[in-house]
């Protein structure tokens, strides 16, 4: 493996919502060319883990590291928070992700959709860009759909422009959150598809999944999360050939009755 920092490094991380420690001290890391999948119960604290690696949500306590590069903290416990806006906004450009919901802009299409961020954000002349976003929207499989509206695709095909608005950006690492759970069956591998082919391009992905199967295609290493921390870890044919925790055994055996 490459001696590099890894992409994304946590470090002893602890998140409180208020009374409630969602994570107890989590470590873990990606490292380029990696596809980690995180799965677990509802309430593990996944979707958590994965918003504090992208600095969508403060933590109280640990440390979270870009290629190496520690996030500057000001304040500690519940008022700790980034000291360095210019670092967060680095970092976030750099860590591209894909919600569960979407989150396409209504009032734009496809193709603005898709350009938005790189123009706005990154300052990108918007002629390389238009060129760029066709290019991913192709790689997804909906170049036809460039100047539809959001409201006029189906939940698969706004996903996969999700993930060309993603990849638009550049970034180092996608970060993806429960991506296939609002989608139907046939709709969720149409999204799967192209999920496995950035997989197997050597992209460097976070992955919150319910999704068993498409954990174990993708991933080099799964993380399985039980109430705020790591259960246990490591190759899919090790987690889910041979699991070594009372837990993980009743978690897989949940899914499977499913």
């Not at 996608?174 to 997989?199: G, H, N, R, Y």
Request: aromatic letters at 4%; glycine letters at 8%.
């Amino acid at each position: 493996m490459s001696q590099q920092p890894p992409v994304i490094e946590i470090r002893d991380l602890h998140k409180s919502f208020g009374e409630l420690e969602v994570l107890k001290g989590v470590d873990m890391l990606a490292r380029q060319g990696q596809v980690v999948s995180m799965i677990g119960s509802s309430g593990s604290g996944k979707s958590t883990l994965l918003r504090c690696a992208n600095l969508l949500e403060d933590s109280q306590q640990g440390e979270v590291l870009f290629k190496g590069e520690a996030v500057h903290w000001r304040g500690s416990g519940m008022h700790r928070r980034p000291g360095d806006p210019k670092q967060v906004l680095r970092i976030r450009t750099n860590l591209s992700m894909v919600f569960q919901q979407f989150n396409l802009w209504s009032h734009l299409t496809i193709l603005q959709n898709v350009m938005e961020a790189p123009v706005t954000v990154l300052g990108r002349d918007p002629k390389e860009v238009e060129d760029r976003a066709r290019q991913y929207l192709a790689k997804v499989g909906i170049a036809d759909k460039a100047d539809a509206w959001p409201a006029q695709l189906s939940g698969g095909q706004q996903q996969r422009a999700a993930i060309a608005r993603a990849l638009c950006m550049e970034p180092e690492a996608l970060l993806f959150d429960e991506p296939t759970s609002a989608l139907d069956p046939e709709l969720e591998q149409e999204v799967v598809k192209v999920i496995k082919d950035l997989a197997n391009e050597g992209r460097t992905m976070i992955l919150v999944t319910h999704d068993m199967r498409l954990a174990a295609d993708v991933s080099d290493i799964v993380v399985f999360l039980h109430k705020g921390r790591i259960e246990e870890e490591g190759p899919p044919s090790e987690l889910f050939g041979a699991p070594k925790t009372e837990r993980l055994q009743q978690f897989l055996s949940a899914t499977k009755a499913a």
